[in-house]
């Protein structure tokens, strides 16, 4: 068999809705479903504000940059994500501080968090890891506390709810990804959701070189100015009407990855050399991934990962911790110790689940997890 670590869901509406903006033969750029694509969102959201961006990170980048993030603050995040979530805070000069996760969620440790508030930080960025909600309660209190700014990565999670309140709404702002892996995607995008004027305002200004857009820029004659610096973080028409089409079958999505997360679930519990996820009772979990932990750690984790390649299954390390990575440890100088981070990392190892997923290629993934750990002689 081969089974792949992801595969896309999409459907003949994806198509049509694709070519009817392609068929338009105008506004491919700035066009009439990015407002509608902003509020469907604002709308599933339960939010003011969203504003759509060619990407997660340039979303997170430009948020920053509307808050006034800038050099000699410090903002917390964790290793235990993808780099963007750093990376962000480095492009705006500041400097990315690293608080370790907890077991439960392998999201921020709001204790471990409460640590490294100094003088300088000026927010937290907790990640909704693979479908799960952090302690993102436990944070925004802790955020208010300190009166830090509580900015949720979010790239992973929508539709992850923690105590029935959806991820993505607790804090100040929140960042969402449409990469291609994410629960529902147009290949690549993002957007930001607030409650803050000011800020949405700020956000549509970044995105577009700074530009007062009071008309359509490509097809009016009018002058609009440029009040402020900007960038070319615009999600083109075509794409906010593959996410139009794709967010109409969101609520299908999550379930038939809730269904196959249950089904993996019920076929691995028995292998006592692995760890299932385990959701706490207060957390709806919409698993964009599906780790397991190896409870020998790297080595036999590594094993593990090259077995399964050879017998067809993708599997994926997430995450590597950014602490380690070549660019923070050996330019940047960081040598933090982060023990919980460490520990998942070494052990964790993603599963394919995406919607599409049969059962008949779940039980050939148990069954090749089992042999590995059982083999027959």
């Given at each position: 068999?081969?089974?792949?670590?992801?595969?896309?869901?999409?459907?003949?509406?994806?198509?049509?809705?694709?070519?009817?903006?392609?068929?338009?033969?105008?506004?491919?750029?700035?066009?009439p479903?990015?407002?509608?694509?902003?509020?469907?969102?604002?709308?599933?959201?339960?939010?003011?504000?969203v504003?759509?961006?060619?990407?997660?990170?340039?979303?997170?980048?430009?948020?920053?940059?509307?808050?006034?993030?800038?050099?000699?603050?410090?903002?917390?995040?964790?290793?235990?994500?993808?780099?963007?979530?750093?990376?962000?805070?480095?492009?705006?000069?500041?400097?990315?501080?690293?608080?370790?996760?907890?077991?439960?969620?392998?999201?921020?440790?709001?204790?471990?968090?409460?640590?490294?508030?100094?003088?300088?930080?000026?927010?937290?960025?907790?990640?909704?890891?693979?479908?799960?909600?952090?302690?993102?309660?436990?944070?925004?209190?802790?955020?208010?506390?300190?009166?830090?700014?509580?900015?949720?990565?979010?790239?992973?999670?929508?539709?992850?709810?923690?105590?029935?309140?959806?991820?993505?709404?607790f804090?100040?702002?929140?960042m969402?990804?449409?990469?291609?892996?994410?629960?529902?995607?147009?290949?690549?995008?993002?957007?930001?959701?607030?409650?803050?004027?000011?800020?949405?305002?700020?956000l549509?200004?970044?995105?577009?070189?700074?530009?007062?857009?009071?008309?359509?820029?490509?097809?009016?004659?009018?002058f609009?100015?440029?009040?402020?610096?900007?960038?070319?973080?615009?999600?083109p028409?075509?794409?906010?009407?593959?996410?139009?089409?794709?967010?109409?079958?969101?609520?299908?999505?999550?379930?038939?990855?809730?269904?196959?997360?249950?089904?993996?679930?019920?076929?691995?519990?028995?292998?006592?050399?692995?760890?299932?996820?385990?959701?706490?009772?207060?957390?709806?979990?919409?698993?964009?991934?599906?780790?397991?932990?190896?409870?020998?750690?790297?080595?036999?984790?590594?094993?593990?990962k090259?077995?399964?390649?050879?017998?067809?299954?993708?599997?994926?390390?997430?995450?590597?911790?950014?602490?380690?990575?070549?660019?923070?440890?050996?330019?940047?100088?960081?040598?933090?110790?982060?023990?919980?981070?460490?520990?998942?990392?070494?052990?964790?190892?993603?599963?394919?689940?995406?919607?599409?997923?049969?059962?008949?290629?779940?039980?050939?993934?148990?069954?090749?997890?089992?042999?590995?750990?059982?083999?027959?002689?």
């Amino acid at each position: 068999m081969d089974i792949p670590l992801f595969k896309i869901y999409w459907d003949e509406d994806d198509v049509k809705a694709v070519s009817d903006s392609v068929r338009r033969g105008m506004n491919w750029a700035a066009g009439p479903n990015i407002e509608k694509f902003e509020t469907l969102l604002a709308e599933y959201l339960g939010v003011k504000f969203v504003a759509a961006f060619n990407s997660g990170t340039s979303a997170l980048h430009s948020a920053l940059l509307a808050y006034g993030i800038k050099k000699d603050d410090e903002v917390i995040v964790p290793s235990f994500t993808f780099i963007a979530t750093a990376n962000a805070v480095l492009m705006v000069g500041a400097k990315p501080v690293f608080a370790d996760i907890e077991e439960e969620t392998y999201g921020l440790d709001p204790e471990d968090v409460r640590k490294k508030i100094t003088s300088k930080t000026k927010a937290i960025i907790p990640v909704h890891y693979g479908g799960y909600a952090c302690k993102i309660q436990k944070l925004k209190e802790l955020a208010k506390e300190h009166n830090l700014l509580l900015i949720e990565d979010t790239a992973e999670s929508f539709g992850a709810k923690e105590n029935g309140k959806l991820a993505g709404t607790f804090g100040d702002s929140a960042m969402f990804s449409l990469c291609q892996t994410k629960v529902f995607t147009t290949g690549e995008g993002g957007f930001m959701v607030t409650d803050s004027k000011d800020i949405y305002e700020k956000l549509k200004l970044l995105r577009s070189h700074g530009r007062l857009e009071t008309a359509d820029y490509f097809t009016s004659g009018e002058f609009m100015d440029y009040v402020a610096l900007g960038y070319n973080f615009r999600m083109p028409d075509i794409i906010a009407a593959l996410g139009i089409s794709q967010l109409k079958k969101v609520d299908k999505l999550i379930e038939l990855r809730r269904e196959h997360a249950k089904y993996l679930t019920e076929n691995l519990s028995g292998i006592d050399e692995i760890i299932i996820p385990k959701v706490p009772e207060n957390i709806f979990h919409v698993y964009q991934e599906y780790p397991i932990k190896i409870k020998a750690g790297k080595e036999a984790r590594d094993a593990l990962k090259k077995y399964l390649a050879e017998r067809g299954i993708g599997t994926r390390i997430s995450f590597p911790p950014i602490h380690f990575t070549h660019f923070y440890k050996n330019v940047l100088g960081y040598n933090d110790k982060l023990e919980v981070t460490e520990k998942i990392s070494s052990q964790a190892l993603t599963l394919p689940l995406y919607p599409s997923l049969t059962k008949g290629e779940m039980d050939y993934m148990a069954k090749e997890i089992k042999n590995f750990y059982s083999p027959k002689s």
